[in-house]
């Protein structure tokens, strides 16, 4: 009994060692990289499957696959094959180049109303997935296009509500990024313009998209106003260290 108490005794800073010494690496700054490839391949998939049908000019048909495939759709292609590339998730350039032809979808006027929400929708679920390493940069580029956001006149009501919906999740999740204050006061205007906009635009159309739009406009100008006292924190800072005239 005693003795071997005494052996296992002996043992166990040993069985520590080993497991210290055996720990999991740090996880990889953008999550899992093979969960976050098939992501964004699935979504660049969905916006394909929708946009074959609907693209208002598609090329004609030519021998060569590449050359005949229309420029959105060699965009969403080049983004399935990035993000398999080697190495490819741990680059901090990825989350940005992975909006990049979604964003181009949004503001195509090739681009009906179904793909136009299609890609606004994987727009924001790549958004939720990046959404810590996404720059200040790739959250001006999605609301830039966002405000110019095009697709052919005549779409079904229920299409057309659909793209506005997605529009307003679009902006919301800019304003509620990490990097959002990052965005500056122009860029900040044209969310609220836009959302604003969607506001009136909604009255004339169903009750689900004017209460998530009035939601939204709420949600944008809570954002804005939570951000004044550092706004006048940074202000009176500034106005410290500046000499007396």
């Known amino acids: 009994g005693p003795p071997q108490a005494a052996q296992l005794g002996r043992h166990r800073p040993h069985r520590r060692g080993v497991v210290a010494v055996a720990a999991a690496p740090p996880p990889p700054p953008h999550g899992d990289p093979a969960a976050l490839a098939c992501a964004i391949s699935a979504q660049a998939s969905a916006v394909l499957a929708v946009m074959r049908r609907g693209l208002r ?3 004609a048909a030519a021998a060569d696959d590449a050359a005949a495939d229309h420029p959105l759709v060699a965009s969403l292609k ?3 094959r990035l993000a398999f590339a080697p190495l490819a998730a741990a680059s901090p350039s990825l989350p940005a180049a992975a909006l990049r032809p979604f964003l181009d979808a949004v503001r195509s006027e090739d681009a009906g109303a179904d793909a136009t929400s299609a890609a606004l929708a994987a727009l924001h679920e790549v958004m939720a997935l990046t959404a810590p390493a996404l720059p200040g940069s790739a959250l001006r580029e ?4 966002v405000a110019c956001c095009r697709f052919e006149a005549g779409a079904e009501p229920a299409a057309e509500e659909d793209v506005l919906m997605r529009m307003l999740q679009a902006l919301l999740a800019c304003l509620r990024a990490p990097a959002a204050p990052a965005l500056g006061d122009q860029h900040v205007l044209t969310a609220v313009n836009t959302c604003f906009r969607v506001v009136h635009q909604a009255a004339a159309k169903g009750e689900l998209l004017q209460r998530f739009s009035r939601h939204v406009m709420h949600e944008l100008v809570r954002l804005v106003f939570a951000r004044l006292p550092l706004i006048g924190a940074g ?7 500046k000499p007396e005239v």
């Open 235 to 241: 202000d009176a800072d500034d106005a410290a260290v």
């Open 57 to 59: 000019h598609p090329r």
């Open 78 to 80: 080049a983004l399935r």
């Open 142 to 145: 999605v609301v830039d296009a």
